[in-house]
């Protein structure tokens, strides 16, 4: 006996209005999950050493700027080879090779939750194993390249960490080549930072140890000083974080920038005191060197010189 189903007077089924609200039902679901989807994989993980930020999606563009092993960036486009990115700490914008790139899937990024360390030396070599001699390295990273620590070496690996790479894989890494307890340096710190790179060759749109540009240098000292400061050196001379100072009054640790006129800035440096400054430039030798200030050449191009606010944060 078959019972036909009733309905109230007036609401007789319509096969074609369920199949309309069933699938309005179903496009409600999957829009809601890929909006979770997608907010979770806008955030990703470099996973090459340096990563260049290109003005366009092509290597045959201008380099603008970098992303270094480990750091996390917002996914802004996704366009098959390319994609188009934000990094965090300074939110600098451009285009950047997608595999160079691993979705976070989880979680707020790459060594937010877990114990992390950072690379003090200029470049640290990763294994696979803690042995240097069994295997070539994994992967060579640059300075302040963070890596999540899964444990500490033991016995035959003592000395050693086991950390989780960004493409998830276990490898190791000398402990003498990183350090945990991460403090802003002092202004004196941070120039014998500098110092450490004397030599270190120019590298237009550098911001790692590979090499740097002349803001990209500045930025990272500054940086070792707990500060997060804008990109480019025309950014860094109007940030709120600096104060105009006098040439006359200049400390070790200010920032000096140089230019046709204050309005037209194209190069940055710190003065390290006795009239001498530090700087990534290509001057003479394209190298990161110390100059003086009475030189004619850059006693005739300095515009401005700012120091920082010791309140100033990113």
């Keep these: 006996m078959t019972i036909a189903p009733r309905f109230p007077a007036g609401h007789a089924f319509d096969p074609q209005i369920h199949a309309r609200k069933s699938i309005a039902v179903l496009i409600l679901v999957l829009?809601?999950?890929?909006s979770t989807s997608a907010a979770v994989s806008r955030t990703q993980v470099v996973v090459v050493p340096?990563?260049?930020?290109?003005?366009?999606?092509?290597?045959?563009?201008?380099?603008?700027s970098q992303a270094i092993y480990a750091s996390n960036v917002m996914l802004l486009v996704a366009r098959g080879e390319w994609?188009?990115?934000?990094?965090?700490?300074?939110?600098?914008?451009?285009?950047?090779?997608?595999?160079?790139?691993?979705?976070?899937?989880?979680?707020n990024g790459y060594g937010t939750a877990a114990r992390t360390v950072q690379v003090e030396s200029l470049f640290a070599n990763v294994y696979r194993e803690p042995d240097v001699k069994k295997h070539q390295p994994v992967i060579t990273i640059p300075f302040e390249s963070k890596l999540e620590v899964l444990a500490d070496g033991a016995g035959s690996s003592q000395g050693w960490l086991q950390v989780r790479l960004p493409d998830l894989k276990p490898a190791w890494i000398q402990q003498g080549d990183v350090i945990s307890d991460l403090k802003p340096l002092t202004v004196d710190e941070s120039i014998a930072l500098a110092k450490r790179f004397l030599g270190l060759p120019y590298l237009w749109?550098?911001?790692?140890?590979?090499?740097f540009d002349c803001s990209?240098?500045?930025?990272?000292?500054?940086?070792?000083?707990?500060?997060?400061?804008?990109?480019?050196?025309d950014q860094q001379a109007i940030w709120k974080g600096v104060i105009a100072v006098d040439r006359k009054d200049l400390q070790p640790g200010d920032l000096l920038f140089f230019g046709s006129g204050?309005?037209?800035?194209?190069?940055?440096?710190?003065?390290?005191?006795?009239?001498?400054?530090?700087?990534?430039?290509?001057?003479?030798?394209?190298?990161v060197q110390i100059s003086r200030?009475?030189?004619?050449?850059?006693?005739?191009?300095?515009?401005?010189?700012?120091?920082?606010?010791?309140?100033?944060?990113?």
């Design 216 to 233: 990209g240098f500045t930025q990272m000292l500054v940086r070792a000083r707990g500060i997060n400061m804008p990109r480019e050196a």
């Design 83 to 107: 994609s188009r990115i934000e990094t965090l700490d300074d939110h600098y914008k451009g285009w950047t090779r997608s595999r160079y790139l691993r979705i976070v899937q989880t979680g």
């Design 50 to 64: 340096v990563a260049n930020l290109y003005s366009a999606p092509s290597d045959k563009s201008a380099v603008v």
């Design 262 to 287: 204050p309005k037209n800035i194209t190069h940055t440096a710190m003065y390290i005191g006795e009239g001498q400054f530090i700087q990534a430039a290509t001057n003479d030798h394209p190298v």
């Design 31 to 34: 829009a809601a999950c890929l």
């Design 205 to 211: 749109g550098g911001r790692s140890s590979f090499g």
């Design 293 to 314: 200030l009475d030189d004619e050449h850059w006693m005739n191009f300095l515009v401005a010189c700012r120091r920082v606010r010791a309140a100033a944060r990113p």
